[in-house]
Nanobody, 126 residues
Framework: QVQLVESGGGLVQAGGSLRLSCAAS????????VGWFRQAPGKEREGISC????????KFADSVKGRFTVARDNAKNTVSLQMNSLKPEDTGVYYC???????????????????WGKGTPVTVSS
């Protein structure tokens, strides 16, 4: 079993930055890839990134490529999502999730993930 807790969400103006964190406990966190997802109001949840078990490989959705970065600290069982140049369309609830595979070949779909956090809300004002 894995427990995930996201933090760092909030209100930010367009063009600003936020850093989200995902803290994990339970299973061997360092063996698995971690994905970030978001769900905007009235829309389906979408995958935005995937980070391999070692942090050496990342995948991003086109909507965030070049603006968002991800990193992990396996010693601390944490993953971060750095979001820069935020836009109003980045507004939503952001989730981290575990993919029970070591590597990401692409940004995963939500049904492929095995464990989820409860999410942290991000609002980007124009």
């Amino acid at each position: 079993q894995v427990q995930l807790v996201e933090s760092g969400g909030g209100l930010v103006q367009a063009g600003g930055s936020l850093r989200l964190s995902c803290a994990a406990s339970g299973r061997t966190f360092s063996s698995y890839s971690v994905g970030w997802f978001r769900q905007a109001p009235g829309k389906e949840r979408e995958g935005i990134s995937c980070l391999s078990h070692s942090g050496s490989s990342t995948k991003f959705a086109d909507s965030v490529k070049g603006r968002f970065t991800v990193a992990r600290d396996n010693a601390k069982n944490t993953v971060s999502l750095q979001m820069n140049s935020l836009k109003p369309e980045d507004t939503g609830v952001y989730y981290c999730a575990i993919l029970s595979e070591s590597f990401c070949t692409r940004v995963p779909r939500d049904y492929e993930m095995d464990y989820w956090g409860k999410g942290t809300p991000v609002t980007v004002s124009s």
